[in-house]
Each structure stands twice: as structure tokens, then as C-alpha cells.
């Protein structure tokens, strides 16, 4: 079997010491016993777990090279992945889907085996739950704010004006008129682009022309609208 291994430190003292040195000599022991041929160490000094994936190249280089050869990702603990549980189940899930395994010293995970994809799975299952809570909390909090007239985001939705609190939402009679028109051509069976085109000249919110994906936006609010009522 083959294995990259990545090795990280982000501090310039761990740079000059010997953490990575450390993380080499136990990832190059382990592979000796293991009977696990090691291609090469991809290093990664003075960078931060928490640092954005896109900006990490060496890490990146080192996924390019597992994935290609469906090999093993070894690293001493998940925490030289990333600090960061979405990324690291992130960086999991391509080497997964790739064919790839993931080895960690410090955890003892190895893909290989069953206990190691049941860690793997439970960890993904955790963090989709901690995922769906907070979706439950934002619509929960979204919808009370529409029950209540409030505003959503920064931008004031169409048929709608900012109230001088600058929080509550008031409408707009001109706005609202042409929202009763865009629902009931829909009801009426007309396309989105037939009711962009049939409201030409009539002013938007912004400015801008109307399209197909401002129609849709409408529709979709006021139906959200009709659910938190």
C-alpha cells in the first residue's frame, strides 16, 4: 500500500524545532511496521489549521496525489488536517469518494478497517446533525421574523418599504399590486420569462430589468410568506 504523508505546524517556533521532525520520524515508524510505502511527506510550516482549504497549497497538492493514486493520507492526528470539523470531513469525504484512505496516528482511524469508517461515519453524522440544528434554528428565527413583518436581509423585498425603525417592513400599494399581478399570471399558467416580458416598463426595486430569477425570487417569498402566516 501507498501512502502521502502530510505534516503541519503553525508556529514559526514549531517550524524551527521539532515538531515536524517529530511528526516525520512517528508517521515514518509507523509505515516501517505497518509494511506501508511511504511516496513522500508533503510539509506544510507555519500554517494555521484554521486557515481557508483554497489557500492551502501544499495540502491541496498533497489531495491531488492521493486522489490520483487512490492511495493513503497519513497524518498524525485529524488536527493536521484542519482545526475545523467541516473541513476536515470535507477533505475525508473526497479521498472517500476518490478510492483513498485516511490514516491518523493519534485517533487510530484507518479507513481500511471497519472501526475506522464507523469513527469516520459517526463523525459525519455528528456533524450533520450540529448542520440541521442550525438550519432549524435559522428557519425558526426567519420565520418569526416574517410572521412579524420584520426584515430579513439587507436588501427590502418587492412590495415592500423600510419602515423608519429601520427593522419593520410596511407595504408598498404599487409594489403589492404588481405582486397580485406576477401570482396570478402564474396561477394562470404563464412562464417566468412570459411575466418578465409582460412586465417590461414597470419599474423593480433596484432598477434593474425583470428576469425570469427575479420573478421566481417573488413567488418564492410569498410563498414563504402564505407558510409562516
Known sequence: MEAIALIRCSTHHQVDGTSLENQRKRITAYCEAEEIKLVRFVEEAGVSGLTNLNRRDALNEALD????????????????????????????????????????????????????????????????????????????????????????????????????????????PLERAVVDRIKSMRAAGYSLWAIAAALDGTPTKTGAKWSATVIRGILIRESKLALAA
Do not use: W
Open 65 to 172: 496525489e492521493v486522489c490520483k493514486r487512490k492511495c493513503a493520507m497519513i497524518v498524525l492526528s485529524l488536527s493536521r488536517l484542519s482545526r475545523s470539523l467541516r473541513d476536515s470531513l470535507s477533505i475525508l469525504e473526497r479521498i472517500e469518494k476518490a478510492g483513498g484512505t485516511v490514516i491518523s496516528l493519534t485517533e487510530k482511524i484507518d479507513s481500511r478497517s471497519a472501526s475506522g469508517k464507523l469513527v469516520t461515519n459517526l463523525m459525519m453524522l455528528l456533524h450533520n446533525f450540529e448542520v440541521n440544528q442550525l438550519r432549524e434554528r435559522v428557519t425558526s428565527t426567519m420565520t418569526m421574523l416574517r410572521q412579524n413583518q420584520k426584515r430579513i436581509s439587507r436588501f427590502t423585498p418587492y412590495g415592500y418599504d423600510l419602515a423608519k425603525n429601520g427593522e419593520d417592513l410596511v407595504e408598498n
